[in-house]
């Protein structure tokens, strides 16, 4: 038996519980590990509280991003020995498969064995993050030197991760926050410039950084009304990006911008890219590679033991982190 974290019923933080399961042994393709720390994401929020992508089936695990060893081996899958440091990619279904626990099951297709050099608590802060701006800026955007690109939500880890392959693509990166509490912070991250939205007008700042252009790609996972400015903000034929409804309200189409500016407003999700037999290889090679040479580096915001984890959901939605929130197992 293995501990492992469900919920029972949709809901808040509250709803999460630590329930003895029998993990049982991986089946073809699969693989079962030993988890040593796990990865939060606003993607299991919304699960957990029943307003994501998909339904919860109740009880449900959730999960997608774990590190840690292979434990055992199911038919048919090559490539891993037992013992091998491992992480997850979120290429899977969590009313399959869920990675908030002791022991995980796993497809192998969705697993990697991540560089040495890591900790157990950065490797389990890489796909997610990496993988999502990846697809954006690099698959659809196209973003190439001197493009301005705005990145709100910045000081998320996502938000982060897009900032490192901004400036890695010779890009310049504008981060996007509401106060100017994180400021500082994302400045010490990379960001070449920041926009505090509760006290600067973003349109008026991005085009004094851009002589008068505008940006070329905008990255944003909050849309609603913002859209709008971002709009205003953009460069003529420019993209923006919209992978979230942080929100919570209703998004306009800024028609008036978009035909004076011939501008693309396109929705994306990373299984754009998990889920496409080309993307996926470049994209892990991308984050490999970027790893290797330092260009990318993931942040940690704060690490709590797997008997909070209630806290680290509310911390999660308390908007207070730089980075990303990692739950160690032992």
């Known amino acids: 038996m293995a501990r492992v974290i469900q919920f029972h019923k949709t809901g808040g933080p509250e709803v999460l519980q630590?329930?003895?399961?029998?993990?049982?042994?991986?089946?073809?393709?699969?693989?079962?590990?030993?988890?040593h720390a796990f990865g939060l994401n606003r993607a299991e929020a919304m699960f957990r509280?029943?307003?994501?992508?998909?339904?919860?089936?109740?009880?449900?695990?959730?999960?997608?991003?774990?590190?840690?060893?292979?434990?055992?081996?199911?038919?048919?899958?090559?490539?891993?020995?037992?013992?091998?440091k491992v992480s997850t990619i979120p290429a899977f279904s969590m009313n399959q498969y869920g990675v908030y626990g002791e022991q995980a099951i796993v497809p192998a297709t969705a697993t990697v064995k991540h560089p040495d050099q890591l900790?157990?608590?950065?490797?389990?802060?890489?796909?997610?993050?990496?993988?999502?701006?990846?697809?954006?800026?690099?698959?659809?955007?196209?973003?190439?030197?001197?493009?301005?690109?705005?990145?709100?939500?910045?000081?998320?880890?996502?938000?982060?991760?897009?900032?490192?392959?901004?400036?890695?693509?010779?890009?310049?990166?504008?981060?996007?926050?509401?106060?100017?509490?994180?400021?500082?912070?994302?400045?010490?991250?990379?960001a070449q410039h920041v926009i505090t939205t509760e006290d600067?007008?973003?349109?008026?700042?991005?085009?004094?950084?851009?002589?008068?252009?505008?940006?070329?790609?905008?990255?944003?996972?909050?849309?609603?009304?913002?859209?709008?400015t971002l709009a205003e903000a953009a460069a003529q034929g420019g993209i923006i990006i919209l992978y979230g409804a942080l929100a919570h309200s209703a998004?306009?189409?800024?028609?008036?911008?978009?035909?004076?500016?011939?501008?693309?407003?396109?929705?994306?999700?990373?299984?754009?890219?998990?889920?496409?037999?080309?993307?996926?290889?470049?994209?892990?090679?991308?984050v490999l590679d970027g790893l290797a040479s330092g260009k990318l580096k993931p942040i940690i915001a704060k690490t709590f033991p797997f008997e909070k984890i209630i806290d680290a959901h509310r911390f999660m939605e308390s908007n207070e982190q730089i980075g990303k929130i990692i739950v160690t197992v032992d």
């Open 200 to 228: 600067q007008d973003l349109a008026e700042e991005v085009k004094r950084i851009t002589h008068g252009h505008g940006a070329r790609v905008t990255f944003d996972p909050v849309a609603g009304e913002g859209v709008e």
């Open 49 to 84: 509280s029943g307003m994501y992508l998909e339904q919860p089936k109740l009880p449900s695990r959730l999960g997608y991003e774990a590190a840690g060893t292979v434990e055992a081996i199911g038919a048919g899958v090559t490539g891993f020995t037992i013992g091998d």
């Open 119 to 190: 900790s157990w608590e950065q490797a389990a802060a890489i796909w997610m993050q990496y993988l999502t701006a990846y697809g954006a800026l690099i698959e659809v955007a196209r973003l190439a030197p001197g493009d301005a690109v705005i990145i709100t939500a910045a000081s998320s880890s996502v938000g982060l991760a897009a900032i490192q392959i901004a400036n890695a693509a010779g890009a310049i990166s504008i981060a996007a926050t509401r106060t100017s509490a994180k400021r500082e912070a994302l400045f010490g991250h990379g």
């Open 251 to 286: 998004t306009p189409f800024p028609l008036f911008a978009a035909l004076r500016k011939g501008l693309t407003l396109r929705g994306y999700t990373l299984f754009e890219v998990v889920g496409d037999p080309e993307r996926m290889p470049r994209g892990k090679q991308y």
């Open 18 to 35: 630590i329930d003895e399961v029998d993990i049982g042994a991986p089946g073809p393709g699969e693989l079962r590990l030993r988890v």
